[in-house]
């Protein structure tokens, strides 16, 4: 089955760590996203990746980093510059940037700060 | 900016009644419109989209037209299930856009 995953379902992370969210896909997809999602708050934007070994910031990239080094993976840093990591981060993926693509979504990986 | 609004929730109903989420949105041009659900711990999955004004989307019992000249989006259904408990999210991708805009997701609760 085509899809995107997420890896690890629950992450925790003492305050001055680096952390990584792996994000997989096998659609093929040319286009990948970072979201990030807080209660109540609709989806922002991190960082978004249009072709391989480009990637462009999104609304709220400060204290976040990214790398498009294959087409199927897109992995997020969460560095200890980003002053309130703890929160839902969802990854998707499209065909293209083309505002007719769907974006299909992962399950989600929660990031929890101790 | 481009923007998307919804009504504020959570929306609690009994089943078999009628939904309505409304959603507007500001934006130049003529962004796409979409309507995303989310189940409790789990990413967010396509319901339905319009393309271009006038257009109806459709799925599982739900329907939204794109409205040019109100500037909304608005999803309904005739008779909704306790399984339709989720969180909606409408949003809209500029034709120059790079990624989503949303709204902030209305909770819908049924109950039986």
């Known amino acids: 089955d085509g899809g995107i995953t997420q890896s690890p379902k629950y992450l925790f992370r003492k305050e001055g760590q680096n952390v990584t969210l792996s994000c997989e896909q096998n659609?093929?997809?040319?286009?990948m996203y970072w979201y990030r999602q807080d209660p109540g708050q609709g989806l922002r934007l991190i960082y978004y990746?249009?072709?391989?070994?480009?990637?462009q910031k999104g609304d709220i990239a400060e204290g976040y980093s990214v790398s498009r080094e294959k087409k199927e993976s897109f992995p997020l840093t969460v560095t200890s510059a980003q002053k309130n990591p703890t929160a839902f981060y969802l990854c998707?993926?499209?065909?293209?940037?083309?505002?007719?693509?769907?974006?299909?979504f992962g399950p989600g990986t929660r990031l929890t700060v101790l | 900016g481009d923007s998307v609004t919804q009504m504020e929730g959570p929306v609690t109903l009994s089943e078999e009644a009628f939904l309505t989420i409304n959603c507007t949105y500001t934006?130049?041009?003529?962004?796409?419109l979409f309507w995303y659900v989310q189940y409790p711990g789990e990413g967010l999955q396509l319901l339905l989209k319009?393309?271009?004004?006038?257009d109806k989307g459709s799925n599982k019992g739900f329907e939204a037209t794109y409205r040019k000249e109100t500037t909304s989006f608005h999803l309904e259904k005739g008779s909704v299930q306790v399984s339709d408990s989720a969180v909606y999210f409408c949003?809209?991708?500029?034709?120059?856009?790079?990624?989503?805009?949303f709204g902030k997701g209305t909770t819908l609760s049924v109950s039986s």
């Open positions: 949003a809209l991708m500029h034709q120059a856009g790079t990624a989503l805009i």
């Open positions: 934006a130049t041009g003529y962004p796409s």
């Open positions: 319009a393309t271009k004004a006038d």
């Open positions: 998707a993926s499209s065909k293209g940037l083309a505002s007719y693509n769907e974006q299909f």
């Open positions: 990746s249009q072709i391989v070994n480009d990637f």
């Open positions: 659609l093929n997809h040319d286009a």
